[in-house]
DNA sequence: GACAAACACGAGTGATCGCTCGCGTTTCCT
DNA sequence: AGGAAACGCGAGCGATCACTCGTGTTTGTC
């Protein structure tokens, strides 16, 4: 056999000190500045080995590539990105009302779009390689998905078309009005845009799941609720 | 005086004849396919060339560099965009109520990504050359200007900065949806889609402007109209 | 037909990029 | 202490890119 006596396990079980965890880090933080300033392509290798103040061989000899900075620093945002936001879609917070709903979901996704937008940067771009953006597909759709849940969760008797398409749009709305908050300077403008694209989710939604709405700010949205509660998509005439 | 004989209207007076004209056209199409295919950084004038199938010499007789490429072909377009869109805010339109409104001013918009993706693909990219960037937020900035007069118009009594904030965020919403309208397949699915997206905005912007929605589909819309006009941008209690 | 100017070509140029390689330094283990 | 391996360096290699130039072809005008 031409194996090696070693367990084929990885093909790369590099053994890294101490100092080697430390510089990945560095790099993927400069990486970040880099890729946030220039985009992807447009940032070249050796700027971001200047950024952080390491020769362009030290940069890698952590990564293979160009592409697997990218990678190896979408992965860990992602990773961050499940945790900060997998407590979000816990049962008892999809029992609150609407507005507290909303709060619970949306603000653990704004404050880490606004601490990493280096994240925005990598992921919305079409010029990033196609490894991140399958990533990045799969963790979009995994979000999708639990807003698709929760949709239906209230609307059970509703074609699942219309569910999707309503999260799709909820999200996409989102998304939208994401770019417009991290655009705000920090302060108070910015906590107005926020309060602002929560009016616009909660005013889309509040017709669709109904009676989550209690606790609404306008009166009469139990009376848009008591309508009619099979127009929620609304067919056009 | 060392001033040429001629007019010094521009530099580049070039006289052309309708081969190169038909060159320029066919060279920007090809831009149009290169840059929405891989972006501008990572659209090469080689392929451009290539694409239109002249050498990339012949290109350079056209314009002196890539970037004017780009400038000419977003100019273009901004300027197609202008005139579709131009008669989207004529007052006769303006005094529509709000979902012909809606459709007066998002279906010209809608269309014109539609036939033109090339357009979001340059615009939209952090990568594309200064020149374009200040162009299109020309636009972008006229654009809200009249959203936020139409806002302004019907709520006469509101802080400026509230009806700003509400302009931008309408077209955030907007924009955030386009891109989920452009994703979705020609037919009904995009259809579908489209009057998802005139719902959101439908939706948001009924209670702000209130009386103009008396032909909406929910009935109940007049009593959230009537409640309270002053909670309309909503301070957050 | 003859001349000039616009048009078309494509190999080539300098710059930049991703990435390598050889060699010196630091750290860990025994 | 001493050897092995991880760390660190930066000049430099091949590839690619934006762009040029010398030359030949087409078009408009007289």
Known sequence: MSEKPEMPEDPKPRRRQARGERRITQLLQAAANVFCANGYTAASTNAIAREAHVSPGTLYQYFPNKEAIAVELGGRLMHEMREAHGQAFTPEN???PLPELLD???DPLIAFNCANPVFLALMHGSE???RIAEEHDALHASLIERVRVLIAHY??????ADCVRVADMAFAVFKGGLHLVLAAPEGPERDATIAELKQVLL????PVIGE??????ATAAR???AADAGLTTSRNP
Chains 1, 2 share one sequence.
């Open 223 to 225: 009376a848009v609720a």
């Open 104 to 106: 619970a979901v949306v």
């Open 203 to 206: 005013r889309y939604l509040d």
């Open 128 to 130: 990033t390689p196609g």
């Open 212 to 217: 989550g709405a209690l606790m609404a700010g």
């Open 94 to 96: 999809l029992a609150l």
């Open 155 to 160: 609307l059970p008797d509703s074609p699942p």
